[in-house]
């Protein structure tokens, strides 16, 4: 578990440099704050864990803000997608699960593989 805490520490070093997406008057986090959300989900995404933690789940409702419109969407599945590689053993399938299980609603892309295509966010 030390090896993936230090590779997620490792990416948002990687991304803290990257700045918040502005698209008039809406605001995507820069993709570092979506990583630093989103890491506590890690062990659920690569099931070592059967459900999200809280802190998962609170990264998620986060999110919620930042995807009312395509646009963010996008945004947010570019980052997600310039990181999942270096993920091992991530189950892509549990990601379009999150909102559900974390009983948030709101609409992500369809995450289903390595491959996924942001356009269709």
Do not use: H
């Not at 520490?9 to 997406?21: H, M, N, P």
């Not at 189950?91 to 992500?108: A, E, G, T, W, Y």
Request: aromatic content about 8%.
């Amino acid at each position: 578990m030390a090896r993936l805490e230090i590779l997620v520490l490792a990416t948002i070093f990687l991304f803290i440099s990257w700045s918040g997406v502005v698209m008039g008057a809406d605001y995507v986090p820069p993709c570092a704050s979506i990583i630093n959300q989103l890491s506590p989900c890690v062990s659920y995404l690569t099931r070592q864990e059967n459900q999200p933690e809280t802190a998962c789940c609170n990264g998620v409702k986060y999110l919620k803000d930042y995807t009312s419109d395509k646009q963010e969407r996008q945004s947010i599945c570019e980052c997600l997608e310039s990181v999942a590689p270096m993920y091992g053993g991530l189950d892509f399938s549990l990601i379009r699960l999150l909102p559900k299980k974390c009983r948030v609603s709101m609409k992500i892309p369809n995450i289903d593989s390595p491959n996924f295509d942001c356009s269709k966010a």
